[in-house]
């Protein structure tokens, strides 16, 4: 019997292999729904690289003839960002008639359930009610509140919480906050992009914010997509002796030929991938920059990608096994690709295994 069959012998393993099987390959694009947007946030890797420069007049040809092109290259799966996609509602639409799809929004514009009605969205959080709102521009605005109150007990919503190294100590209460608005959460790690250093440099390392996730995890089993592989190889930038950056990146737009070198290094990539700008024709380096220091990326959409496309460095035992399969698992739970009653239900026993907790019922 081989590795993967014995290590697939464990019910939850085996069921969770049997369900990604099923759901079958992510051929995914990333794609900017509009270069406009209400926030002009700190640390936006958007605008600050300029992005928005694109030519986004308003076209829907454009846009009708990208969704046709796209499904017959085989596009299955669209990672929806921006700009702002809750200004588009009717381009949503139309996406989420042909795709599966996650969109990354601000949750200050709530985004309509009609037509809409089971599409996973990440509602975009920064820290406390204070961070939140000054990194985002706004100081002085309850932001937070606005995108808790718009997204309370929506099983579409997910919070997408974006942690500065120095901003650990705040996690525990933005965490219980939305818990107790009925809503899961993904971790994903602030990258400074606008350079401003101190508490959101990223060179002091994420060490703090690791293992305050990992403490999350640990009281939240049933509540965090974020596995504590995820949270380790994404803070510490390792994956089984590889280090992170644009050698051994997987989402580049491999048709872009800023990438072509990137594709002869023979390190494994997507060949699905695209990253499209909003003027729904031009490509660029990756979703999250074109010209971009990888030095400072620390995504957790790009980590994601990173470990499930090396399944078989993971094959050495059971744990890293269970490493791979959980965190590969909980993309697919989080982008909806399973069913998400069964699929919320393993991912918590999993993650409560491994942490040691135990999976709670929630009221709210
Ligand atoms: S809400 Fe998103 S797209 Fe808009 S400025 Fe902030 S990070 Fe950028
Ligand atoms: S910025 Fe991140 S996603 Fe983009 S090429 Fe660099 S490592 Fe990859």
């Known amino acids: 019997m081989s590795r993967l069959n014995r290590y697939l012998e464990d019910p939850d393993l085996g069921r969770m292999y049997q369900l990604v099987r099923a759901a079958g390959a992510v051929r995914p694009i990333s794609l900017d729904l509009t270069s406009k947007c209400n926030l002009r946030c700190t640390g936006?890797?958007?605008?600050?690289?300029?992005?928005?420069?694109?030519?986004h007049r308003r076209d829907d040809d454009a846009f009708d003839l990208l969704i046709e092109s796209e499904k017959a290259r085989g596009t299955n799966f669209v990672t929806v960002v921006g700009g702002e996609p809750a200004l588009e509602p009717g381009r949503l639409r139309k996406l989420y008639r042909h795709f599966k799809m996650n969109v990354a929004t601000n949750g200050l514009i709530p985004i309509p359930r009609e037509g809409l009605e089971n599409m996973p969205m990440g509602i975009a959080v920064w820290g406390s009610r204070e961070t939140d709102a000054r990194l985002r521009g706004q100081?002085?605005?309850?932001?937070?509140?606005?995108?808790?109150?718009?997204?309370?007990?929506?099983?579409?919503?997910?919070?997408?919480?974006?942690?500065?190294?120095?901003?650990?100590?705040?996690?525990?209460?933005?965490?219980?906050?939305?818990?107790?608005?009925?809503?899961?959460?993904?971790?994903?790690?602030?990258?400074?992009?606008?350079?401003?250093?101190?508490?959101?440099?990223?060179?002091?390392g994420f060490?703090?914010?690791?293992?305050?996730?990992?403490?999350?995890?640990?009281?939240?089993?049933?509540?965090?997509?974020?596995?504590?592989?995820?949270?380790?190889?994404?803070?510490?930038?390792?994956?089984?002796?590889?280090?992170?950056?644009?050698?051994?990146?997987?989402?580049?737009?491999?048709?872009?030929?800023?990438?072509?070198?990137?594709?002869?290094?023979?390190?494994?990539?997507?060949?699905?991938?695209?990253?499209?700008?909003a003027d729904f024709k031009t490509t660029r380096r990756c979703c999250t920059g074109s010209t971009r220091d990888c030095a400072s990326c620390f995504d957790t959409w790009e980590h994601f990608s990173w470990i499930m496309i090396n399944m078989r460095k993971h094959l050495g035992n059971?744990?890293?096994?269970?490493?791979?399969?959980?965190?590969?698992f909980a993309f697919y739970v989080v982008n909806r690709l399973v069913d998400p009653g069964e699929g919320h239900e393993l991912l918590a026993r999993v993650q409560a295994r491994w942490s040691g907790g135990a999976p709670r019922q929630r009221t709210a």
């Open 139 to 204: 100081p002085g605005k309850d932001l937070l509140s606005t995108a808790l109150e718009n997204y309370r007990g929506d099983p579409r919503a997910f919070f997408y919480y974006t942690v500065a190294p120095g901003h650990a100590h705040e996690i525990e209460d933005v965490v219980g906050q939305i818990v107790e608005n009925g809503n899961k959460v993904l971790f994903n790690y602030y990258s400074d992009v606008s350079e401003r250093g101190g508490e959101l440099g990223y060179e002091q």
């Open 318 to 328: 059971r744990r890293e096994f269970t490493d791979w399969l959980s965190t590969m």
């Open 207 to 277: 060490g703090a914010v690791r293992r305050e996730v990992d403490r999350m995890i640990d009281r939240y089993p049933d509540m965090m997509y974020t596995t504590p592989y995820l949270n380790r190889v994404t803070t510490r930038g390792e994956l089984m002796g590889q280090r992170w950056g644009y050698d051994v990146c997987t989402n580049l737009t491999v048709d872009n030929e800023i990438n072509t070198h990137r594709r002869q290094t023979g390190k494994p990539y997507n060949p699905h991938f695209r990253a499209i700008n």
């Open 44 to 55: 936006c890797y958007y605008y600050a690289e300029g992005m928005d420069q694109v030519d």
